[in-house]
């Protein structure tokens, strides 16, 4: 079993900033992607940003030079520091993790995802 929790959401105004974090836990023998999507109100799940297990990151157009998605291997954590919050960034933010669990083949990785936290900017 695998887990994902999430942590840091919440209230803040415009221009402020936000640190998520996400922490797995589980059976997990290597975890390759980690990273973070968003779902606005009304609108479908999309990629905000992600790191692979070497460190290259990559980003949504809409947030590039704003937020900086990392990630801690030892403690199976990844992180999105969120500055210069906007309105529009305010969504429903989910990790996510590619994760190869206990038991399964040395290619066999899927995707585990958080529950969700609220992220709300007001202007």
């Known amino acids: 079993q695998v887990n994902l929790v999430e942590s840091g959401g919440g209230p803040v105004q415009a221009g402020g900033s936000l640190r998520l974090s996400c922490a797995a836990s589980?059976?997990?023998?290597?975890?390759?992607?980690m990273g973070w999507f968003r779902q606005g109100p009304g609108k479908q799940r999309d990629l905000v940003g992600r790191v692979t297990g070497a460190g290259s990151a990559d980003y949504a157009d809409s947030v590039k030079g704003r937020f900086t998605v990392s990630r801690d291997n030892a403690k199976k954590t990844v992180y999105l520091q969120m500055n210069s919050l906007k309105p529009e960034d305010t969504a429903v933010y989910y990790c996510y993790a590619s994760v190869r669990a206990l038991g399964v083949g040395p290619f066999n990785f899927r995707d585990y995802w958080g529950q969700g936290t609220q992220v709300t900017v007001s202007s």
């Open positions: 589980g059976t997990i023998v290597d975890i390759n992607d």
